[in-house]
């Protein structure tokens, strides 16, 4: 089989929310899936999607897609594979149900992330952990992305951790509006202000990055031994993550060696040339002015990181600038690459 003859059906739970949108939005075209099935809650269910939802992607909504009816999640959808973009008060439960009826579960929710058998997966960046779900109990599988802000920050330390050892990360994020959903944090709040408060998300960028970086030992993770100190604020950007990182080194390293580290990086999607995987994985520029998530959320269609402003710093050893696209990267493109991972490794049969 190739898979321009014959498409994966896919199914999103949660797909009137903001990250089931984007999943609609990304899925739409793609080579090698196809949306059989909405899921939504039982407000939504039975509806019309263009009933059920209130559309705010820059694309139109695709007639196809429009016109379908919403279902409960519940798990008899007809679909191989299921995206969730499910809240975290209900998205436990739910996803766990679908595993066990045999679903391929590839979720953006937070709430098996830390599970001892579940891939808290970045395909460039710990595709080997893959190999957890062998430990599930379940008929189908669960494999989970991390929080997005935790994205951006482990896909720029990968090439140095690879090459150098990353010993001490501090991050201060700036988070895009949109990452609060929708319709997320109020124009009163927001405008003229900086939030400087997410709740749990600091929390997540620090046990998070642990587990990314942390090997595989007998069919588990050992944590990274990392030291990291995280920051988040909420700022007036619509979409893109911004992140101030200083970090200190096993290896000392020189600034051009680091630049070259990035530049010349590519994982496992590039190797394999998945569909959604970018190429070059990172752009670094060297105008100090750069990056900026007006101008440059959208490298690699939304799925590249951006980095610049390299320089010593006086606490520890180094200290940049990282961008990326928190809906895309940082959610519902992340979970589509992990699924591409999935089927080109063979861990769900596609005929």
């Not at 407000?43 to 009933?51: E, I, N, Q, T």
């Not at 209900?90 to 679903?103: H, K, L, N, T």
């Not at 830390?114 to 189908?140: T, W």
């Not at 009163?188 to 642990?210: A, F, H, R, W």
Request: glycine letters at 6%; proline letters at 6%.
């Amino acid at each position: 089989m190739t898979y321009n003859e014959k498409r994966i059906p896919v199914g999103i739970l949660g797909a009137t929310g903001s990250v089931g949108q984007k999943f609609i939005e990304l899925l739409q075209d793609h080579p090698w899936f196809v949306i059989t099935a909405l899921a939504a809650s039982e407000r939504s269910a039975g509806k019309l999607y263009k009933h059920a939802a209130n559309w705010f992607q820059k694309a139109p909504l695709p007639s196809r897609i429009a016109n379908m009816q919403v279902s409960e999640c519940t798990p008899d959808l007809p679909c191989r594979i299921v995206f969730s973009g499910l809240d975290a008060a209900v998205a436990g439960p739910i996803e766990e149900a679908f595993a066990e009826a045999g679903y391929i579960v590839i979720s953006n929710s937070k709430n098996h992330r830390m599970r001892d058998d579940v891939p808290l997966l970045i395909a460039e960046v710990n595709p080997e952990h893959l190999e957890l779900v062998k430990k599930q109990s379940h008929k189908g599988m669960i494999v989970t992305n991390p929080n997005c802000s935790t994205i951006g920050l482990t896909m720029a330390l990968k090439p140095l951790h690879d090459i150098f050892g990353v010993e001490k990360v501090s991050v201060v994020t700036m988070q895009a509006l949109s990452g609060a959903g929708y319709p997320g944090v109020s124009s009163l709040d927001i405008l003229d202000n900086v939030i400087p408060y997410i709740s749990g998300e600091e929390e997540k960028m620090q046990i998070e990055t642990l587990k990314i970086f942390g090997k595989l030992n007998d069919n588990k993770v050992d944590f990274a031994n990392m030291v990291v100190s995280a920051q988040c604020n909420r700022v007036a950007v619509v979409d893109g993550h911004t992140e101030s990182v200083s970090v200190k080194l096993k290896t000392r390293a020189a600034k051009e060696d680091i630049i070259a580290a990035w530049r010349n990086y590519a994982g496992v999607p590039q190797e394999l040339e998945l569909p959604s995987a970018p190429n070059p994985v990172f752009r670094y520029f060297d105008d100090p002015r750069y990056p900026q998530p007006r101008l440059h959320r959208d490298e690699g269609k939304g799925m590249a990181v951006s980095i610049g402003r390299l320089r010593d710093c006086a606490v520890l050893d180094h200290k940049f600038t990282v961008l990326s696209h928190n809906t895309i990267r940082g959610a519902a493109g992340c979970a589509i690459l992990n699924a591409e991972l999935l089927v080109k490794k063979g861990y769900l049969d596609a005929e």
